[in-house]
């Protein structure tokens, strides 16, 4: 096994920060969203709970963003634009996950540091830093004044349609907080990945030797 550096300072500041203040705002948006099923804090509490700590984490989404644009190790973050290739290789590990691994096969992604995601990670990643978190910011901001973007609200649609693509995004997020941290126990040892996003180090096996020329 080596190490190789795989998480940088900043990534790894952005994502337990990340982890901290989405558990705060799951805990204070159920808490206003289902009044009358939960009774964790006084509803005007919880309202400006999540107002405050989804402010934090739109700021903290720009020192991850900040970071990739002017780090050539937003590589992880590049599409795959051939299909078949990405098809296959997602294939690949899908089957790596489903049946390979509990089988002791190898893992079919080689980890370095400019490509430390498999092509599901990828993909799933680039859907919810590009896509899922910006669409939660932009209908969380514009239900936090709705007199002040009355206007935006009517254009795409009217509040309903707003508070229904953020609750929807808000559920996937709660399952996301259950398979995302298992998905982080497969590595070698069920701390391994954990570990790596505390020290910036992933331990990654040693390429086999290859057979001596006769
Ligand atoms: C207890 C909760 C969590 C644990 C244990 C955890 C663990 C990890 C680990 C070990 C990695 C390294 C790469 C990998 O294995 O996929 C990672 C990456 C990542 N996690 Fe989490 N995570 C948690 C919560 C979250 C949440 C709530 C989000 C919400 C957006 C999130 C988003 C990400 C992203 C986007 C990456 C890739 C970061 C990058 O390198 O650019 N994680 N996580």
């Not at 550096?5 to 900043?10: K, M, N, S």
């Not at 996301?176 to 790596?196: C, D, M, V």
């Amino acid at each position: 096994m080596s190490k190789v550096y795989v998480h940088p300072l900043p990534v790894r500041i952005w994502h337990w920060a990340n982890v901290i203040l989405f558990i705060g705002l799951v805990v204070t948006g159920v808490q206003v969203r289902y009044l009358d099923l939960v009774d964790l804090m006084p509803f005007q509490t919880a309202v400006m709970l999540h107002n405050w700590v989804g402010f934090a984490l739109i700021a903290n989404f720009f020192v991850w963003l900040l970071f990739y644009l002017f780090s050539e190790r937003n590589q992880a973050y590049h599409p795959e634009l051939n299909i078949v290739k990405l098809a296959n290789a997602s294939f690949e590990q899908a089957k790596y996950y489903g049946w390979g691994m509990f089988r002791g096969e190898h893992n079919p992604h080689r980890i370095d540091p400019y490509h430390k995601f498999n092509p599901l990670q990828r993909t799933l990643y680039q859907i919810l830093m590009l896509f899922l978190l910006p669409m939660q910011f932009a209908t969380g901001l514009l239900m936090w004044d709705i007199k002040r973007f009355s206007a935006v609200i009517e254009m795409v649609g009217g509040l309903r349609v707003v508070s229904t693509v953020h609750v929807l995004i808000f559920i996937f997020f709660v399952f996301y907080l259950f398979f995302h941290p298992y998905l982080a126990t497969l590595g070698h040892t069920p701390t391994a990945h954990i570990r790596a996003m505390v020290t910036g180090f992933e331990d990654v096996e040693d390429e086999p030797a290859a057979p001596a020329a006769s």
